[in-house]
């Protein structure tokens, strides 16, 4: 498993001294804050004085701390929607995307409601030309994190005696191409040492704990998972953290209303695992909660 190197954020009060560390330019300590000097003077003529700073790096152009920035793909509903409202809560802004933006009502409330803090984004990830004309269209932006969060059942028999080429296609391509691609085109805008890719995945996907059933999305989500691990070897050198992340079986339109995992509560902690795997520069295979998963 990834070592911890960074809690959810948490706020601090400091002193003056402390907002020369932030103004500086430096980033903020490995915990997620300044470190306390309670009532020491800074380098800002021996004034003193309290300010309020969250995990980030310090903008000088607005004296208050940059947020931090995720591009969420696949957020119009479940578990995407409820990372980007996960993110939001920790204080970061979104890049999050929809096949439809028009028609992603959820999306666009949680949007209203964070005005300024998220940007939806057209994505279709089943074109592949849209997929390397969005990567194109992000080219000058920097993440801390993506999650790419992209899925499809398949067809409805479930059964490789009954698949056609073209639904094996389809659903191979949605599952583990497009995603492999999309990320690949990333890597150069996802921030140096501390930045994390991620990919949703599942434990359906594990080759050593298959336990039989639903034989055509194990097998495109083996694909994702064996893919995800060739884009790590590429990856070396670049300093960047990797997780293909199970986020458990939840209660969505595709998981159904028996699932035992609610949205929130895989959203919330995909977005736990995601945080503190930053800095950790390895790749795991992972579920919502943090436990290490065979292959």
Known sequence: MLPSRRPAPRKRIVSDIA???A???RILS?????P?????????????GTVVVEWGKWSKESN???RPLVL???????IGLGVTQAYLGHGWDVIATARAPDRAEAL???????????EIRALDMSDGRGVDAFAASVADRTFDAVLINAGVAGPAHRSANSATPEEIGALMFVNAIAPIRLGRLLLKNIKADSGVLGFTSSIMGSVALNAGGHELYRASKAALNSLSR????????????????HPGWVRTDMGGSGAPVGVEESARGMVDVMIRSAGGRGHAFLDYQGKELAW
């Open 23 to 25: 103004t500086s330019g």
């Open 64 to 66: 208050m701390p940059e």
């Open 30 to 34: 490995a915990d997620g804050t300044v």
């Open 108 to 118: 666009q409330r949680l949007a209203g409601a964070e005005p300024g803090h998220v």
């Open 19 to 21: 907002r020369w560390v």
């Open 72 to 78: 969420v793909v696949g957020a119009n509903r479940g």
């Open 36 to 48: 306390l000097y309670d009532g020491a003077a800074g380098e800002q003529g021996g004034k003193t």
């Open 230 to 245: 060739g884009l790590f070897a590429e990856m070396r050198g670049r300093n960047l953290t990797l997780l293909t992340l």
